[in-house]
């Protein structure tokens, strides 16, 4: 099971969020560089980004600050957020970008994201965020109709391997995931499945990994010190 760190961006800084709500940002590092190349020496190997400028406005802000960090670290980044045409993906791919997340834009333009698969195939991740099992967009702002679970079967059928699942209500709360609503997304499809929003402690990672997840996204818990990226790695493996 890979260990995501996470690092979400806004006005160039690392932040963190409350259940999605961008009032409650608090920055935990105010140069991404140096919080990279700390998950780097703590054994990271691939980082979990998202652009929530770009999620609020609708196109990417923060992409000089991602390329930098990939240079520098070497290490292969999923980036999502505010990414809402092929444009904008063949130029993040282009720049070494090595997973691109879609999460309103699939949810709003499943065109698109049958395009991006036929272009870049598992360079093309799914991020679907659920509040009370129905799928959010536009930066968790707000919320459709749309089972979540039924939406995943959609993207399956497009052809999407990879799909990153997050409970808002989870999310930033160190309460631990929600393993049911999860579990059941693994179940319904075939895509490899990564695990987001609220991860607590080591014991989420080793529940997480006994059900076969692909990964698990590690935000807060890292900030806070519940969880140690070292161990997590250790576990996951």
Same mark, same amino acid.
């Given at each position: 099971?890979?260990?995501?760190? /996470?690092?979400?961006?806004? %006005? ?23 919080? /990279? ?5 703590? #054994? ?7 652009? =929530? ?7 990417? *802000?923060?992409? $000089?600050?991602?390329? #930098? ?8 980044? *999923? ?15 282009? $720049?070494?970008?090595?997973?691109? !997340? ?5 949810? $709003? ?6 395009? /991006? ?29 749309? $089972?979540?679970?039924?939406? #995943? ?13 997050? %409970? ?5 709360? =160190? ?12 179940? &319904?499809? &075939?895509? %490899? ?13 080793? !529940? ?7 990964? /698990?996204?590690?935000?807060?818990? !890292? ?5 140690? =990226?070292?161990?997590? !790695?250790?576990? #996951?493996?």
């Amino acid at each position: 099971m890979i260990i995501f760190p /996470a690092m979400d961006l806004r %006005d160039g800084k690392c932040v963190r969020l409350y259940q999605g709500d961008f009032n409650t940002t608090s920055v935990v590092g105010e140069e991404p560089l140096v919080t /990279a190349r700390g998950f780097k020496e703590k #054994g990271a190997e691939f980082f979990h980004m998202v652009d =929530l400028d770009g999620a609020l406005k609708g196109n990417v *802000q923060n992409l $000089n600050t991602v390329i #930098g960090i990939i240079k520098d670290t070497k290490i292969p980044v *999923q980036l999502g957020g505010g990414i809402r045409n092929i444009e904008t993906i063949e130029k993040l791919i282009e $720049n070494g970008v090595a997973r691109v !997340i879609l999460g309103t834009a699939a949810l $709003n333009n499943p065109s698109l994201v049958k395009t /991006a698969i036929k272009e870049y195939g598992d360079k093309i991740a799914v991020g679907i965020d659920a509040r009370d099992g129905f799928v959010a967009a536009e930066g968790w702002l707000e919320v459709s109709k749309v $089972n979540y679970i039924d939406f #995943g079967k959609q993207m399956e059928s497009i052809g999407v391997k990879t799909i990153i699942f997050t %409970d808002i209500s989870r999310d930033g709360t =160190l309460k631990g995931p929600n393993f049911e609503q999860t579990f059941k997304l693994n179940e &319904s499809v &075939s895509c %490899d499945i990564v695990a987001s929003g609220g991860m607590k402690d080591i014991e989420d990672l080793i !529940i997480l990994r006994k059900e076969n997840l692909y990964g /698990a996204i590690v935000g807060k818990s !890292i900030y806070s010190g519940t969880i140690y =990226l070292e161990e997590a !790695i250790k576990v #996951g493996r």
